[in-house]
């Protein structure tokens, strides 16, 4: 069962706590995409929660995936800083209260990379993920998949399919704009053997240098929490 605590308080310019937290029978919260908001405690254990049970269904298929994006950083990250680090967020917190291993403080869903060779897998993920009530938009022509909490309620999870190209760099089909200012395709080598970090109280498989990967994916400036969750820099 989901345990839900009380709603964060309001900062300025940002819109005032929900009376009643979301729910999978409600849409998701009214700040829930801005990355000027704390990720609110009701939509972190649906967050949680979409984690645990898709990562439960990859292992039961046997599937290849590892964490990315912003979910790898949250694991990698958050213990390198504190509340000090994110002043827009900062009100209600100790300054020097360093961060647990995992959800990035703003951050609104999670990631994960897998195996597009694994696509038939995928497919039985997906079947056991219908059975759990989760709302599963299945992309074939990327192979991915986007996992909702629920149809009204799009807290969410994304896998990217990467395949192999010849050279031997994984690439995606297609990126999104923001991936403009992230690192891309990268070398096998910077994959496999893949590792593990921990994440909100269990483990996750990661890249093979976890950090190393973060700085791929973000820059130098990595470890640096920004506003806008992306540097500018075009990659």
């Known amino acids: 069962m989901i345990t839900v605590q009380s709603p964060a308080p309001t900062r300025p310019g940002i819109p005032a706590p929900q009376r009643v937290p979301c729910t999978r029978d409600t849409p998701r919260c009214a700040d829930a995409r801005s990355y000027e908001a704390e990720l609110r405690p009701c939509c972190r254990e649906h967050l949680k929660a979409l984690v645990a049970d898709t990562v439960a269904a990859l292992d039961a298929e046997g599937a290849v995936y590892w964490a990315d994006y912003g979910t790898l950083l949250g694991a990698v990250r958050n213990p390198l800083t504190t509340w000090a680090d994110y002043p827009w967020l900062a009100e209600g917190h100790v300054a020097d209260e360093p961060l647990a291993p995992g959800i990035i403080p703003h951050d609104k869903d999670a990631d994960f990379g897998v195996l597009s060779s694994d696509w038939a897998k995928l497919m039985r993920v997906r079947s056991r993920l219908d059975a759990l009530g989760y709302n ?61 970090i921990p994440w909100e109280g269990f483990e996750l498989a990661a890249p093979a240098d976890p950090a190393a990967f973060c700085s791929f994916r973000y820059g130098t400036d990595w470890r640096t929490p920004l506003p806008n969750n992306h540097d500018g820099v075009r990659r």
């Open 136 to 196: 599963v938009i299945v992309r074939p022509q990327v192979f991915g998949l986007k996992i909702r909490l629920s149809a009204l309620n799009h807290t969410n999870l994304d896998l990217f399919g990467w395949q192999l190209r010849s050279n031997g760099y994984y690439y995606r089909l297609s990126y999104l704009s923001v991936d403009s200012f992230k690192g891309r395709e990268f070398p096998r080598s910077k994959l496999l053997p893949l590792s593990t």
